[in-house]
Structures are given as structure tokens and as C-alpha cells.
């Protein structure tokens, strides 16, 4: 079995607090180069955090999901996606229990804060 060759990637900019979105087909390689700050146009805006990856076999779909999620309807999806690990990230959080309570029936319930809500 072939192994999905392109990487559609969201990075979080904890200075600026915005996206960045790209694909590549060597995810591993791109990580490293923003990490290292190889990318002069995003080192002013590191550091980043990888919150989202997803992979596909050709190059054109990738294209198009990236094109997607640069789209304002594509960020709001991407912000509605991950609204507790951008929390999480914001508030230094690291463990994605501590957004939730157990009650007395053993049943994980969420809790949901209704000005959060756009």
C-alpha cells in the first residue's frame, strides 16, 4: 500500500496568533525549515505549532484543500475544528482532559461556554 505522498499543513503562530497553511510533499523537511527559521517571510512569526495535517495521494488535491483553508470559510472551519487545541495553546495547556468533567455516571461531558460561539 502507497503511502499518501502530500501534506496539507496548518501551523499556529503563537506570536501572531494566525494560520499558516501550505502543503508540501516532504512534510517532515518543511517542519524543520520553519523551525530552524530557513523561511525568512514566516521567521518573525515563529514559533509555530503544527496543529493539523492531513495527507493525500496527488498533488492536485492537496492544492485544492490548501486553496480551501486559506479561504475565510476554510479558517473558520479550521478555527471551529480546533477550538480547544488553539485554546490549549493560548493558555499554555497541555493536557485536553482539563476541558472536561466526569459525572457521577462515568460519562464524559464537555463543557460548553456559550460566548465562545461566534
Do not use: W
Amino acid at each position: 500500500m502507497e503511502h499518501p505522498k502530500y501534506a496539507v499543513y496548518v501551523l499556529y503562530s503563537q506570536k501572531d496568533h494566525l494560520f499558516y497553511i501550505g502543503y508540501t510533499a516532504n512534510f517532515n523537511r518543511r517542519m524543520e525549515e520553519y523551525a530552524d527559521g530557513i523561511s525568512k517571510s514566516k521567521a518573525c512569526r515563529r514559533p509555530f505549532v503544527c496543529v493539523f495535517c492531513e495527507y493525500y495521494l496527488c498533488r492536485i488535491d492537496a492544492m485544492r484543500r490548501e486553496k480551501y483553508f486559506k479561504t475565510s470559510a476554510g479558517k473558520r472551519v479550521l478555527r471551529l475544528m480546533l477550538s480547544d487545541t488553539l485554546r490549549n495553546i493560548d493558555t499554555g495547556t497541555t493536557d485536553p482532559m482539563l476541558d472536561f468533567d466526569y459525572k457521577e455516571n462515568d460519562k464524559m461531558v464537555a463543557f460548553f461556554d456559550p460566548n465562545e460561539v461566534d
